[in-house]
């Protein structure tokens, strides 16, 4: 993938505003509830799938290196925490909008949601899985089971994260028109 100046600046922008929105949270028991899934499905949507998934990686790299970016600090411990599944899955759910809004024939809010919303099934299914892994095989402290797992960690997070793509969707269908015309996607 060949990078231009304005590709890598617009990739550090998202990976900025996806540590930003780590910061912005809804405390609730388990999992926080952060705008993260706001700012990396916009990535998808506005920079492409493999821009979109670059800019995550490059957030990602960032926080395994020791800057406190993730909701509960950094540094390459974190692959310990039961919820950086979710933040690999924003990787691979950015991507995956990306790709499906690229593949899309028109820019209507029902493509631009629905391509949002696939994203998202790929970030609680990265999620989920990891969540269960370190709680009940790797760190054994706190084991969790499956339907702790899915009240916790999936479904009080749903119209959270179903807004978030709805908003996504909405900012993209009006920026896409304006980055196009002038160069930027």
Do not use: H
């Amino acid at each position: 993938m060949k990078l231009k100046t304005r590709d890598i600046c617009l990739c550090a922008v998202f990976a900025a505003l996806a540590a930003v929105g780590a910061f912005i949270k809804i405390p609730v028991p388990v999992c926080p509830f952060t705008l993260q899934t706001l700012f990396t499905t916009m990535a998808g949507l506005l920079l492409g799938s493999r821009r979109g998934a670059f800019s995550i990686a490059i957030y990602i790299i960032i926080g395994l290196l020791g800057v406190p970016v993730f909701t509960q600090g950094g540094g390459i411990g974190y692959v310990a925490v039961p919820t950086f599944g979710y933040i690999l899955g924003f990787c691979a759910g950015a991507f995956v909008t990306g790709k499906l809004a690229e593949k899309a024939e028109s820019l209507s809010f029902l493509r631009l949601f629905a391509a949002s919303l696939a994203g998202l099934v790929l970030v609680y299914a990265f999620g989920l899985v990891y969540y269960y892994i370190i709680s009940n095989y790797v760190s054994g402290n706190n084991p969790i089971g499956i339907y702790k797992l899915l009240v916790y960690c999936f479904i009080v997070f749903i119209p959270g994260d179903v807004a978030s793509c709805a908003v996504a969707a909405l900012v993209a269908k009006r920026l896409l028109p304006v980055l196009r015309q002038n160069g930027y996607v």
